[in-house]
Nanobody, 119 residues
């Protein structure tokens, strides 16, 4: 079993930055993937990016590429989403998710943290 807890959300002005954290507990990650997603009001859940736990390689959605950066701390079992140059359209609930045994999906999800970007 894996538990994921996000933190770091809040209210920020457009152009500002926030750093989200995702703390994992319950098992050791090795060769897994941690992903970040978001859901804006009235919209479907959107993929933001992911990081390969073993080698730190990352992949981002076009909408955040160049502005958001995902990193991880293997010792702390935490993943981070650094968000820069935030825009009002980045306003959403942000979730982290862990891929443990699935081939392409995600098996565990956090509860989400609200990010609001004011114009």
């Amino acid at each position: 079993q894996v538990q994921l807890v996000e933190s770091g959300g809040g209210l920020v002005q457009a152009g500002g930055s926030l750093r989200l954290s995702c703390a994992a507990s319950g098992r050791t990650f090795s060769g897994n993937v941690m992903g970040w997603f978001r859901r804006a009001p009235g919209k479907d859940r959107e993929f933001v990016g992911r990081i390969n736990w073993s080698d730190g390689s990352t992949y981002y959605a076009d909408s955040v590429k160049g502005r958001f950066t995902i990193s991880r701390d293997i010792v702390e079992k935490a993943a981070y989403l650094q968000m820069n140059s935030l825009k009002p359209e980045d306003t959403a609930v942000y979730y982290c998710a862990a891929r443990v045994w699935s081939v392409t999906g995600y098996d565990y999800w956090g509860q989400g943290t609200q990010v609001t970007v004011s114009s």
